[in-house]
């Protein structure tokens, strides 16, 4: 028993020795084959291999720059699409039915030449921007009160204070009379205007309206110192918005829907003053037909309808105004197409623009001589044409049919703007209460604005000039004026201004000019708009 147990152990001891021996050729024939696989490459080719991975390198490169310039292109992209939004913001608040419509139409809604501002056309008012409504806020349209279904209604101020200081001007003039006037001079401080406007649209954003409470406290105790009004307008399509209610004629460009989008804070230049209509109630239309192109046409009672009762009319509705203007280069002029370059145009902005404006006008269809917002129809030398005395002695003018025609132009740059304008107004057909030595005169001026964004958004340096040659005598005036925009932004600006005048023909109380006035004016005023 022993014995077979020691074989059969033999046996077992041999076979796993010849095992073993087995495995251990093996891992050596295995090590000799690894060995000769491993063996070290030669110079051509690991020069083969460097150029391999150098060709992979330069495909690298090649993917990761063309990466960047489309991260650049992006990035380009992304840089144009907030200018383009920072411009809509601006231009949220213009007077027409949509974005593209706001800086092209001229719409002014008040007597303050205020534009009216109106939801985006066919705006959608999602349920849930119902609630979210209440307190926001939209430069331009101001702050929502309340929004619904049925409608919407926004809420906004204009008003500025204003210390003026006339003393620099001559103590007297001679008016058109040949009387020597003593010049009332002013060293004051004014809560000048203050406007109260609600905005919005009614059951469907298309109808559209705008209704204001309207005072100006310089002239306490005149006629139409405080003023209730608005109009209602329904909006087809950018193209054509069709409205009635009060409105400014559109005879100049400062009339035709810009304000307070001016160099100065509520005034214009003598010129400007001298030849342009004003607010009359009437039917008006305004759009964008063709791309680069816009319009703005009022049939209105008169020509200025501050001060002047129903009764007063002439019983012809038969007041035109219109405008026309082209922007040939980059298809708008800033914010409701106003003066100056707060935007910063990177690229070269143009306008060409063209007003007409026809008004048979009698004595009784114009305001008091020191009315509010009265320039209409004076003589180069002042004095209003109905005064009696005014073209003969004893004799007053009963009848007059106004034509004015204006030609605008300008140009913006990187904050640099040039515009200037040209007026020419004939007064026809005059009738009096005797003999006149004219039945029909001419006058004719232009004003030239250069303004540059000293500090962009903040501080702006600006030049107005103008000239009027006139039948009874000539006149002109030079303006000198810095703008601070406070907060950098449109709502509150801080504005100095130097007025030299040579023998004035206009003024009243809500200007600083003075009727006949030479000499020196100067004003500061803190202006607030939303």
């Not at 004719?444 to 250069?450: C, D, E, S, T, V």
Request: charged share 20%.
């Amino acid at each position: 028993m022993d014995g077979g147990r020691r074989a059969r152990r033999s046996k077992v001891r041999r076979l796993i020795e010849r095992r073993g021996h087995a495995c251990v050729a093996l891992s050596c024939a295995t090590l000799l084959s690894l060995t000769a696989q491993a063996q070290v490459p030669t110079q051509e080719e690991m020069f083969e291999r460097l150029q391999r991975l150098e060709r992979r390198q330069a495909d690298q490169d090649e993917k990761i720059k063309a990466q960047e310039e489309q991260i650049k292109a992006k990035d380009a992209r992304i840089d144009d699409l907030e200018d383009e939004v920072k411009q809509l913001r601006e231009q949220a608040g213009a007077p027409a039915p949509s974005a593209t419509a706001v800086e092209a139409v001229a719409a002014e809604a008040t007597p303050v030449p205020e534009a009216e501002t109106a939801p985006e056309l066919g705006e959608v008012v999602a349920a849930e921007q119902y609630e979210k409504f209440f307190g926001t806020y939209s430069p331009g349209r101001g702050f929502g009160l309340v929004r619904n279904e049925m409608g919407e209604v926004r809420f906004g101020i204009y008003t500025y204070v204003r210390y003026l200081n006339s003393k620099g001007v001559d103590d007297t003039y001679v008016n058109g009379l040949g009387q020597e006037v003593r010049l009332d001079k002013r060293n004051d401080v004014e809560l000048n205007k203050v406007k109260i406007e609600f905005r919005g649209w009614l059951i469907d954003p298309k109808f559209q309206y705008v209704l204001y409470s309207w005072t100006n406290n310089a002239a306490m105790g005149q006629g139409a110192q405080v003023v209730l009004g608005g109009n209602i307008k329904y909006a087809f399509s950018d193209a054509f918005l069709l409205g009635a209610g009060i409105l400014s004629l559109p005879t100049t460009r400062s009339t035709s829907g810009n304000f307070p989008y001016w160099l100065a804070v509520d005034h214009r230049t003598a010129s400007d003053e001298f030849f342009r209509g004003s607010y009359a109630t009437g039917i008006f239309a305004y759009g964008k037909p063709l791309p680069k192109t816009a319009y703005y046409v009022m049939l209105a009672n008169n020509l200025s309808q501050l001060g002047v009762d129903a009764a007063q009319q002439d019983a012809e509705l038969t007041t035109f105004s219109g405008a026309l203007w082209y922007m040939p280069t980059t298809g708008e002029f800033g914010p409701r197409s106003g003066f100056g370059d707060f935007e910063h145009h990177e690229d070269l902005a143009t306008r060409l623009g063209v007003h007409f404006t026809f008004s048979p006008e009698d004595r009784q269809s114009q305001p008091g001589a020191d009315d509010i917002d009265n320039t209409q129809i004076r003589l180069s030398n002042g004095t209003i044409i109905f005064t009696p005395g005014a073209l003969a002695p004893g004799v007053a003018v009963s009848d007059v049919k106004y034509y004015m025609t204006d030609f605008d132009a300008g140009l913006k740059y990187r904050g640099f703007a040039l515009e200037g304008e040209y007026y020419l107004r004939w007064l026809n057909d005059i009738e009096a209460d005797g003999p006149v030595p004219v039945d029909q005169m001419f006058d004719h001026g232009f004003q030239l604005l250069a303004s540059s964004m000293l500090w962009p958004q903040t501080v702006q340096a600006y030049s107005m000039n103008s000239y009027i040659f006139g039948e009874f005598g000539d006149s002109w005036e030079t303006t000198a004026g810095l703008n601070w925009w406070i907060f950098q932004r449109r709502e509150l600006r801080l504005n100095v201004e130097y007025i030299y005048a040579h023998q004035s023909p206009i003024g009243y109380t809500a200007v600083p000019q003075l009727v006949g006035a030479t000499g020196s004016i100067f004003s500061t005023n803190l202006e607030m708009s939303f």
